[in-house]
T-cell receptor, first 117, second 115 residues
Framework: AQSVTQPDIHITVSEGASLELRCNYS??????LFWYVQSPGQGLQLLLK??????LVQGIKGFEAEFKRSQSSFNLRKPSVHWSDAAEYFC???????????????FGKGTHLIIQP | GAVVSQHPSWVICKSGTSVKIECRSL??????MFWYRQFPKQSLMLMAT?????????EQGVEKDKFLINHASLTLSTLTVTSAHPEDSSFYIC???????????FGDGTRLSIL
């Protein structure tokens, strides 16, 4: 079965500093990879996705992620964080079904990002 | 674009009652909708997948008779928690996607509290 690991439960970063959130997946084929952000009591907002092609993916809010097949990783980065980036971040993996779309997602446990002033 | 609306956002009800949660795609046709459950400070767990006009596919361990899912149109799916009990209290989130290589778009979730 597929699995997603986010090894960092909490990360604290100073405002203006760079950020990297780690994500590793376990799956036999190339998965479809996603990063979502969730504010308290809210749903999830898609930051970026990787389906194929260029392994460096640009997303919204200045985020990017790089797919590294050899490391089974899809780490999320941002060069300079803002206080508004404080939230829960989820990495997710989906799989192509016969209809051409990604099935229900398997989520990592999330990383809680804290921004220090 | 790609807005998913979920209603209600918060519901409190007595044990034994049934609760219906709606999930609507506002500006696209949702070929497939998904229902997730999230416990406090935990990740999302997929409960079921529904394709328009078909029966939902439930994940292992999810009671079909407890969580009734209807996906009658390309813009609406409903989750009915039947005879809800306190252990059903949770945050329920739906998502929807179009056909093809499209990501899922999530609603804002429904916080269900059973007294």
């Amino acid at each position: 079965a597929q699995s997603v690991t986010q090894p960092d439960i909490h990360i604290t970063v100073s405002e203006g500093a760079s950020l990297e959130l780690r994500c590793n997946y376990s799956y036999g084929a190339t998965p479809y990879l996603f990063w979502y952000v969730q504010s308290p009591g809210q749903g999830l907002q898609l930051l970026l996705k990787y389906f194929s092609g260029d392994t460096l993916v640009q997303g919204i809010k200045g985020f990017e992620a790089e797919f590294k097949r050899s490391q089974s990783s899809f780490n999320l980065r941002k060069p300079s964080v803002h206080w508004s980036d404080a939230a829960e971040y989820f990495c997710a993996v989906g799989f192509l079904n016969s209809g051409g779309g990604a099935d229900g997602l398997t989520f990592g446990k999330g990383t809680h990002l804290i921004i220090q002033p | 674009g790609a807005v998913v609306s979920q209603h209600p956002s918060w519901v409190i009800c007595k044990s034994g009652t049934s609760v219906k949660i709606e999930c609507r795609s506002l500006d696209f046709q949702a070929t497939t909708m998904f229902w997730y459950r999230q416990f406090p400070k935990q990740s999302l767990m997929l409960m079921a997948t529904s394709n328009e006009g078909s029966k939902a596919t439930y994940e292992q361990g999810v009671e079909k008779d407890k969580f009734l899912i209807n996906h009658a149109s390309l813009t609406l799916s409903t989750l009915t928690v039947t005879s809800a009990h306190p252990e059903d209290s949770s945050f329920y989130i739906c998502s929807a996607r179009e056909a093809g290589y499209q990501p899922q778009h999530f609603g804002d979730g429904t916080r269900l509290s059973i007294l």
